[in-house]
C-alpha cells in the first residue's frame, strides 16, 4: 500500500508539472557522446532551417547571439555551456534544450543545444524551436486580465459570476470569488488533475468554454484564505478574457500580446489536426520540439504530444527562446516593448503587488505571477511544464535581468531548469548580505507544542477520489529537545526558528526560495489552535489523526491480518470432522469468510493497479483510474454489505446456541469492527462509490 501512494503521488507530481517546482534542484554531471547507437552531435547557427544536415560540433555547442557591444555579464556564454553540456553529458534521455538571457532590455545570450527532433536530426535553434513552455502560460493570462482590468471591461474585485453566462459558480461560502483571487490563487477550489488535465488523443480535445463548466472543482474553503496552486482557477480566469473580449482566448493573446511583441514564433494553440479549427497553424506545428522520455536504453525515447489546450489559459503555449526574451524585456520594463506599452505604467506596477500580503517571506502570486525576495532582490519568475517539457522563467527587476531556459525531456530536465537560473543568477549577483543562523527562544520546547501535529496540503481533491494521491502529502511536526519546530515532508526535513509568534525562520541562513521558503507563519482559529501552515503554492491544515495517512494504512495493516486469520481459522475447522457446528452460527461465519476474501482480492487489485502504474506512471495521468482500481472499488461495495451483515449476526455469534468459543466469540467482533474502521477510513478518502 505504501508502494501504491508513492506511486500515485509521483503521478500527481506529474500532473502538476503546469505547476512551480518550489523544492531543491539536484545538481546533475553529464556526457553525450556520438555513437551509432546514441546520439549524433550537432551544430547550427541560430535560424538553421529545420531538417537540414548538422555540422559536426558537439552536440551541446550552437553559435550565440549577443545583441549587446558590451558584453555586461562577461564569460556567461561558457558558463552556461558547462552546466547544460554537463546535464546532457549525464543525462542521454535529454536531447535538447534552449536558452535565453536578457539583461538592461538587451538579449545577451541566445542559444540552442543539442536536437528539437533527434530522429530527423533537426537541431534545436533558439529562434524557430518551439517549446512548450506549460504554466508560465499563466503569466499571459494574468496580463490578458488586467488589458481587459485597465480597459474597463472587467472589475478587478467583482463577482466572477457577473461575467460567467453559461454557468455560475455556487455561492457556498459568503464572499465571492473574484478575478483577483483568481490571479492570487486563492479562490477556494479543491484541485482535481487525473484523466482531465492532459490528453493525447486530439479526439479527446474539449473546448476552454465546456471544459470549465463541466469539471468545476467543489469550493471547500473561503476565498483568500489559502494559497493554493490551481490550474482551473486560471482557466476560468482565461475563459472571462474570452467571454468579455469576444475573441477566442487563443486569438486574444495572440493579437493583444504576441503579435506587439514580435513573439512570431508562439502560440497557445496545440497541435489537434488540420480538421480542427482549434489547432495550431501547419506552418508553426512543424516547428514544435518533440518531447522525450528515458528509452529502455538510456537514450532518447519520443512520446506522443500532450495536449492541455482544454485548460489552455494555463498551460498549453509553445514558444522560442527569442520570442521569451522579448516577452521578458518587456515585463522587465514596465510592460514597455518598441513601439507602445501592455498595460499603462500604473497597472503594471499594480501587477507587481501582491494582494494578499499576509506572508512576507514566503513565495506567493501577483496577478498570476511568482513573487519572492531572493538574495536581497525582488524575483519575479515561474516554471512549469508538461510530462516531457520542462520550463523556467526568472527575472529580477532590480538587476534587469531575466533567464529562460526550457528543455524536451523528463530525463533530468526538469533539474536542468530549476538549476541553471539560480547558478546564473548567483554567480553575477551573489547575495547582499551575509545570513546569519536564528537560534531557537530558550522556552520554545514548552510552548511550541501548540504547533506539533499532522498537516496535509490544501492542494488536493477533497470530494473525488483523486483525494489518495495525497497518502504520501502530509506533513508533520515536532519539536525536538534544542528547540526547534522539526518539519517532515515528502521524504525531507527542514528546521524552522520561531522568531515571533506564529512566525518561524528557516534555521540554515544560506537557504533561498529557489528550494526553500525562508519563514513559515502559522494560523490560528478562534480558539488559538495553530490550524494552517504556509507552503509555497499549497498551505497546510491540520487533520484529524483518523484523516491522517498514517491512519489508512494501519487500518489496512490490521483488516489484512485479521482477515487471514479469520480464512486460515477457516481452513483448520474444515478438516475437523468431530468439531459441532450448529446452524445458527455457519452463517457469521461463511460472512466473515467472504469480507476476508473481499479484503484479499481488493489488496491484490490495488497490487495490480500499482504494478501497472509503476511500469507506466505517465498513463495515470490519462487514464484515471486504472482498472485495478475500479475493481477494487466494486469489491468494497461488497465489503461494506458484507460488514452490515457481520454487525447484524454478532448477536447470533455469541448466543449460547452458536457453539462458538470465547476466542471466536471475540476473534469475529474484532474483524467485525476492524472491517468498520476500514470503511470509515476508506470513505474519508473517497474510495466508497465511483467518485471520479
Not at 546569519?436 to 496535509?456: E, H, I, L, S
Not at 502559522?522 to 491540520?542: I, K, M
Not at 486504472?626 to 465489503?639: D, E, I, N
Request: glycine share 8%; hydrophobic share 40%; with cysteine.
Amino acid at each position: 500500500m505504501n508502494q501504491l501512494s508513492r506511486i500515485f503521488t509521483l503521478a500527481v507530481l506529474l500532473a502538476c508539472t503546469l505547476s512551480f517546482s518550489l523544492f531543491a534542484q539536484v545538481t546533475e554531471p553529464a556526457g553525450q557522446e556520438s555513437t551509432a547507437e546514441e546520439l549524433p552531435d550537432t551544430a547550427t547557427e541560430p535560424g538553421t532551417e529545420p531538417g537540414t544536415e548538422p555540422g559536426t560540433e558537439p552536440a551541446a555547442e550552437m553559435t550565440a547571439e549577443a545583441a549587446a557591444p558590451v558584453d555586461p555579464l562577461p564569460g556567461l556564454e561558457a558558463f552556461v555551456d558547462g552546466i547544460v553540456e554537463d546535464s546532457m553529458n549525464v543525462h542521454k534521455g535529454l536531447p535538447g534544450v534552449t536558452v535565453s538571457v536578457v539583461k538592461d532590455g538587451e538579449i545577451v545570450l541566445l542559444k540552442g543545444y543539442g536536437f528539437a527532433d533527434v530522429e530527423k536530426k533537426i537541431p534545436v535553434d533558439p529562434k524557430t524551436s518551439m517549446f512548450r513552455i506549460g504554466s508560465i502560460s499563466k503569466t499571459f493570462t494574468g496580463l490578458a486580465v488586467m488589458q481587459l482590468v485597465e480597459q474597463g471591461k472587467l472589475d478587478h474585485d467583482a463577482d466572477i459570476n457577473t461575467y460567467l453566462t453559461e454557468f455560475k459558480i455556487p455561492d457556498t461560502f459568503p464572499e465571492p470569488i473574484t478575478l483577483g483571487a483568481l490571479l492570487s490563487h486563492r479562490p477556494g477550489f479543491e484541485d482535481a488533475a487525473l484523466g482531465i488535465l492532459f490528453q493525447q488523443d486530439p479526439a479527446k480535445y474539449v473546448p476552454l468554454a465546456d471544459f470549465v463548466k463541466n469539471h468545476l472543482p467543489a469550493r471547500v474553503r473561503p476565498v483568500g484564505q489559502t494559497s493554493t496552486y490551481t490550474n482551473y482557477g486560471i482557466a476560468l480566469a482565461g475563459y472571462i478574457v474570452q467571454v468579455v473580449s469576444g475573441q477566442d482566448y487563443a486569438d486574444y493573446v495572440d493579437q493583444h500580446i504576441f503579435k506587439p511583441l514580435g513573439m512570431n514564433h508562439s502560440s497557445v494553440r496545440e497541435p489537434l489536426g488540420a480538421d480542427n479549427p482549434a489547432s495550431i497553424s501547419p506552418e508553426l506545428a512543424a516547428l514544435i520540439a518533440t518531447g522525450y522520455s528515458k528509452g529502455p536504453d538510456g537514450l532518447p525515447q519520443a512520446q506522443p504530444v500532450d495536449l492541455v489546450g482544454s485548460v489552455g489559459p494555463s498551460g498549453s503555449i509553445s514558444s522560442t527562446a527569442e520570442d521569451m526574451a522579448r516577452y521578458m524585456m518587456a515585463r522587465l520594463d514596465d510592460d514597455r516593448y518598441e513601439g507602445g506599452r501592455l498595460v499603462s505604467e500604473e497597472t503594471s506596477a499594480r501587477m507587481r503587488q501582491r494582494l494578499y500580503n499576509d506572508r512576507p517571506g514566503v513565495p506567493d502570486m501577483a496577478h498570476a505571477m511568482g513573487d519572492d525576495v531572493v538574495n536581497g532582490y525582488q524575483w519575479r519568475w515561474h516554471n512549469g511544464g508538461t510530462t516531457t517539457f520542462f520550463s523556467d522563467m526568472t527575472m529580477y527587476p532590480e538587476l534587469q535581468l531575466g533567464i529562460f531556459i526550457s528543455t524536451n525531456s523528463s530525463d533530468g530536465g526538469g533539474e536542468l531548469s530549476g538549476r541553471l537560473p539560480k547558478l546564473v543568477s548567483e554567480r553575477y549577483f551573489p547575495p547582499k548580505e551575509a545570513a546569519a543562523a536564528p537560534k531557537p527562544p530558550a522556552d520554545f520546547v514548552q510552548r511550541g507544542q501548540k504547533y506539533a501535529g499532522t498537516f496535509m496540503m490544501t492542494r488536493r481533491s477533497y470530494t473525488g477520489l483523486e483525494k489518495i494521491t495525497a497518502l504520501q502529502g502530509g506533513s508533520t511536526f515536532t519539536v525536538d529537545a534544542d528547540g526547534y519546530l522539526v518539519q517532515s515532508i515528502i521524504g525531507r526535513t527542514f528546521k524552522w526558528v520561531e522568531v515571533a509568534p506564529g512566525k518561524f525562520a528557516n534555521s540554515d541562513p544560506d537557504v533561498s526560495s529557489y528550494g526553500a521558503t525562508k519563514y513559515l507563519y502559522f494560523y490560528d482559529n478562534a480558539e488559538g489552535e495553530a490550524v494552517r501552515a504556509t507552503l509555497p503554492l499549497s498551505d497546510l491544515e491540520r487533520i484529524a489523526w483518523w484523516q491522517s495517512p498514517p491512519a489508512f494504512f494501519t487500518a489496512v495493516i490490521i483488516a489484512l491480518l485479521l482477515s487471514l486469520t479469520i480464512l486460515l481459522g477457516a481452513w483448520r475447522r474444515s478438516g475437523d470432522k468431530s468439531t459441532s457446528r450448529k446452524r445458527i452460527a455457519v452463517w457469521p461465519g461463511r460472512v466473515a469468510v467472504l469480507a476476508a476474501l473481499s479484503i484479499l482480492v481488493i489488496v491484490v487489485c490495488v497490487g495490480v493497479a500499482t504494478a501497472s502504474i509503476a511500469s507506466n506512471p505517465v498513463g495515470l495521468l490519462f487514464n484515471w483510474p486504472p482498472g485495478g482500481l475500479r475493481l477494487a472499488l466494486w469489491l468494497v461495495l461488497l465489503l461494506v454489505l458484507l460488514t452490515f451483515g457481520m454487525v447484524l449476526s454478532l448477536p447470533r455469534a455469541w448466543s449460547a446456541s452458536g457453539g462458538w468459543s470465547w476466542f471466536r466469540k471475540l476473534h469475529y467482533s474484532a474483524f467485525a469492527l476492524a472491517c468498520v474502521f476500514l470503511l470509515l477510513i476508506f470513505n474519508n478518502w473517497n474510495m466508497i462509490g465511483f467518485r471520479y
